[in-house]
């Protein structure tokens, strides 16, 4: 077998963001873009040969034809044995796990999450380390320098694997494992919960609705729910996996998961409902007219962990993005562990659940996971919720607000400005910085500024520090609002406004958040200047 090398020249544009290259398929089409950047994550790797590398994606359009060139470009690298996922498909959860299961080298993840897919939609790559999680920022930078002098790739001239049936092949030196895409996982899932105690739940008449939103997340939810679990036939909805998510935007929250909060906000809705991105690693959680805030959500489990088998020792710390709400800092103070703030984005957290240091991890963009993998991941938090929901047998409005009485409630929402001009959006958060040192002690209404900073970032592990990752303006009452631009979107510029305030007051916590908030809201537009340089009235998604 011949292994040919390609001549190319750099594409200015390969550099990661908040999780992976994210590209639109007509820029990973074009010719040797995608071969480049892989040719840079494999130039930056040392030790690798004869090593296993994981290969999977979420099913999105181009997706076959980018595992295909992996694998001959993975086989000329010089890997002993890739294992890749039936159909080409694996969740970026699974991922992680087949990962540190089979003690892999480390994994590329084929995805763009929650953005759409199809041929005018996004495309994504990522590469996972051998811990299973994502590349931290040293190695997305050398992958990025590497990739703005790459001068050829290796590919070796072989035909395509047949990626639909298990079993493996033998390509020069490189062994091609075809593997089940949830067998790892769902095996996984049941070492973490009570499986005998949530098919007993079932066994009640329990009704639960999950939306895989025709992504990844389909085959993973009818394996465990409705086979291993014995949930009923029509638990999973939209859980075929389609290139093109079925025309939708595979984001699991009220905006885009509307027809899921269609059902449980209607007439004799299910007990419990959740949905899952793209690529299976986000949640959404809701009871019966109920929507859980990804931040409660975190804080819930970790008040309740000890509950789950998995958890049952107790948990060693929690880990939160820095805008997620300070929900889950209440539960540590009672636990008596740390609560740890970090940048957005799960590589943040890697460093935290391989040195023991965190067990629960969360962000507000409905991502929650634990010390299981080391990417967040969707159905383990919905499988959490239902060992919760098995165990105490009360309603999910019940166990939120019982949580709500006695650690207060941290009211949060998150306002997205997307497609904005990058121009603005720049202009914009300097206007921000240039303010950070004269709003302390500002007052706004009945809010006095008592910090304001730009987010920096000492990993405690590593000692890595990671710069300007979002401006904070802390409240005298501990309210916060928090400004980010998206490190995911691929048109124009994406401004992430989050708003967040505690309420102790039993009778007051069951309001309307953008009621409760809308005093904060007023604040962030008048610092910012968002509608004056967004042009914007009002926000396109709103969670
Ligand atoms: C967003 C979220 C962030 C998450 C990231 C990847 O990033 O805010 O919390 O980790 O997406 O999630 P950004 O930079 O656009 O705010 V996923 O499920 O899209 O891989
Ligand atoms: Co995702």
Known sequence: MNIKNVATTPFTDQKPGT??????????????????????????LEGYKGKTLVIGGDGRYYNR?????????????????????????????????????????GGIVLSASHNPGGPTGDFG????????????????????????????????????????????????????????????YAELMEQLFDFDQIRDLFATGFRMRFDAMHAINGPYAQEILVKRLAAPADTVMNGTPLPDFGGGHPDPNLTYAHELVEVMNGDNPPSFGAASDGDGDRNMVLGSHFFVTPSDSLAVLAANATLVPGYRGGLAGIARSMPTSQAPDRVAEQLGIKCFETPTGWK?????????????????????????????????????????????????ATIVRDHWQKFGRNIYSRHDYDEIDNDSAQVLMAGL???????????????????????????????SVSTAQGIRIGFNDGSRIVFRLSGTGT???????????????????????????????AIADRIAGIRRLTGRDQPTVIT
């Open 65 to 105: 034809e980018a595992i295909q060139t992996i694998i001959k470009m993975a086989v000329a690298a010089g890997f002993g044995r890739l294992l890749v996922g039936q159909g080409g498909l694996l969740s970026t959860p699974a991922v992680s796990c087949v990962i540190r299961k089979h003690h892999a080298f």
């Open 491 to 521: 048109k124009g510029a994406t401004l992430r406004v989050y708003l967040e305030r505690f309420e102790p007051d039993e009778k007051k916590q069951d309001q309307d958040a953008q009621q409760a908030l809308a005093d904060l809201i």
């Open 125 to 184: 790559i990522k590469y996972n380390i051998g811990n299973g999680g994502p590349a931290p920022e040293k190695v997305t930078d050398a992958i990025y320098e590497y990739s703005q002098t790459v001068t050829y790739y290796p590919i070796a001239e072989v035909g395509d694997v047949d990626l639909d049936t298990l079993g493996t092949t033998q390509l020069h030196d490189t062994v091609v494992e075809i593997i089940d895409p949830v067998a790892d």
């Open 433 to 463: 910085r240039e303010q950070l040192t004269s709003l302390p002690g500002a007052q706004f209404d009945g809010y006095r500024v008592a910090y304001s900073d730009d987010f920096s970032y000492k990993d405690p592990i590593d000692s």
């Open 19 to 44: 999780s992976g290259l994210r590209k639109s398929v007509p820029v990973f089409q074009q010719t040797n873009y995608l071969e480049n950047f892989i040719q840079s994550i494999f130039a930056t």
């Open 348 to 396: 943040f957290f890697g460093n935290l659940l391989d040195a023991g240091e965190a067990t629960l991890c969360g962000e507000e963009s409905f991502g929650t996971g634990s010390n299981h993998v080391r990417e967040k991941d969707g159905l383990w938090a919905v499988l959490f919720w239902l060992n919760l929901l098995a165990v105490r047998r009360e309603s999910v």
